[in-house]
């Protein structure tokens, strides 16, 4: 196979794979806040409601795909469209395994190992505020606009923090690539801690996480939304695939942002004090590397289920307020810290 198709079958994979893992989450949502609150969920569709997430998909492909009358229709349209293509496209640079090798050629696991991967996530997750502003102001409707404010306020100031805590493990790895940062957290640290971000960077990775639940417009930042002030927010107006778009988005972006934290902060495809490569045929490690970093995710994405059915919405002042005057402070802290151990290990 040359480049060129290899390339194809990784875009279509990881397109499939991320995909498979939205609709999962649908169910998964559902099953975990039913455990959490102590109730059945989902489970007439299918054994233990496995068919639900089906059952949604085939309604929202059917559901009238109805329009306000007064909305912009172009900008009804393309908003939903907007938010979709960012949360798919910052998993490009992402990688999802470390390599395999079929016919004594090697493939790389992930799409476009670029040496300006944090860059481009922050640049490429910048354009959800777009989908959000767009498609609150093109329904025509004063909830949805407001959400779109909200969204654009919160994603903005989150941003920020989020910016911090990826620069300074940037600085402590010296590379913008996420695949030499990730091959960099191989071995140990101080003789016997993994050498994973998360024991470099605690103070970073605490930032991180709360700016990426408000990254993801999840509870407790679900404010865009906030069904009992705004009425489900910006896609008020939404229904069939264009409200499709916005959900699948969401989930997407929860594996998106999963997979970076488990990439600069937890080793991405290395296994704590075992190198799979010495026990495994290069094809069996490939394929034991993406497994590894996918049930590192797969315990993230369910922190993220855990922590909406768990801890209550913020009001718009606190959010604000965490993001302004905890967040970046601490952030700043961080990179600082970050940079004057840098200096004096010189």
Request: net charge neutral; aromatic share 18%; proline share 4%.
């Amino acid at each position: 196979m040359n480049d060129w198709t290899i390339a194809i079958i990784k875009v279509v994979f990881i397109w499939s794979w991320t995909l498979l893992i939205a609709t999962i989450m649908t169910w998964v949502e559902r099953r975990g806040s039913a455990l959490i609150q102590d109730r059945l969920g989902p489970n007439i569709a299918g054994p233990f409601g496995l068919f639900q997430p089906l059952a949604d998909g085939i309604k929202l492909f059917t559901k009238e795909e109805f329009a306000p009358k007064h909305a912009h229709k172009i900008l009804f349209t393309l908003g939903p469209v907007l938010f979709a293509v960012q949360a798919f496209s910052a998993y490009a640079v992402i990688p999802f395994g470390d390599k395999i090798v079929i016919n004594a050629k090697e493939i790389v696991l992930q799409v476009a190992d670029v040496n300006i991967g944090f860059l481009f996530v922050l640049a490429v997750g910048s354009l959800a505020v777009y989908g959000f502003v767009v498609g609150g102001w093109g329904s025509n409707n004063k909830y949805s606009l407001l959400g779109g404010l909200r969204a654009t306020a919160q994603l903005l100031s989150y941003e920020v923090p989020l910016g911090l805590a990826m620069l300074a493990v940037c600085m402590t790895y010296s590379s913008f690539s996420l695949r030499e940062i990730s091959l960099d957290q191989a071995g140990t640290f101080l003789g016997f801690l993994p050498n994973w971000g998360f024991f470099k960077q605690p103070l970073g990775f605490l930032v991180f996480l709360v700016a990426a639940f408000a990254e993801a417009n999840r509870v407790p930042f679900d404010l865009p939304e906030a069904e009992s002030e705004l009425v489900a927010g910006y896609h008020t107006e939404y229904g069939g695939m264009r409200l499709g778009l916005y959900l699948f988005g969401e989930y997407v972006n929860l594996y998106t942002l999963s997979a970076l934290m488990v990439t600069i902060y937890f080793g991405a495809w290395h296994l704590p004090y075992i190198d799979m490569s010495a026990y495994l045929s290069p094809f069996a490690y490939g394929i034991a590397s993406f497994v590894v970093f996918f049930l590192k995710c797969a315990f993230f994405l369910w922190l993220f289920v855990w922590v909406r059915w768990t801890i209550p919405r913020f009001r718009f002042d606190q959010l604000m307020g965490l993001g302004w005057k905890s967040l970046i402070p601490l952030g700043l802290l961080n990179l600082f810290v970050t940079a004057f151990f840098i200096q004096i290990s010189l």
